[in-house]
């Protein structure tokens, strides 16, 4: 019962205090109002990396034969676009992406080689981090991967 009592006189107190300004948003200023909103409007911009193709298949090559493809992407957000790292599921795929931003509504390309190695049916990914809103981006390859022979 004590317990009761004190809580509803802790409530009590505060409900029934006053701060000398009622009134809050009077220390409100117009100019900082405005510089927050262009800086919360600038923060939901982002880039988007749209490729024109996420797979490409090889089809059937010879193990240890060289191939390689280039992926071509468009920036269609409206912040420019940065790729900071382009890596692959598997050191036999080599990624090499544009180091440079690329301004929204340009085009860019991002070559992967592969090294034609493993057996039968392979997929690799190559993931692409860059500042989009998601932070990743996966395109893949595939390829058949004939034993036999391999070339240099």
Known sequence: MKKGLLMIAA???????SCKDNNASDKVRAENVET????DAQETVYPEISF?????????????????????FTNTGRAPLVITNATSSCGCTVP?????????????E???????SGNGQVTKTVTV????????????IKAFVE???TTS
């Open 96 to 108: 090499d992406a544009p180091k440079e931003p690329i301004a929204p509504g340009e085009t860019a």
């Open 129 to 140: 981090s860059a500042n989009t809103e998601k932070g990743k981006e996966q395109v893949k």
């Open 52 to 72: 024109e193709e996420e797979e490409f298949d090889f089809g059937t090559i010879q193990k240890g034969e060289n191939v390689e493809h280039i992926f071509k």
């Open 36 to 39: 927050a909103a262009e800086r």
């Open 110 to 116: 991002m070559t992967v080689k592969y090294n034609g």
């Open 11 to 17: 409530v009590g107190a505060l409900l029934f205090s």
């Open 147 to 149: 034993a036999g022979e």
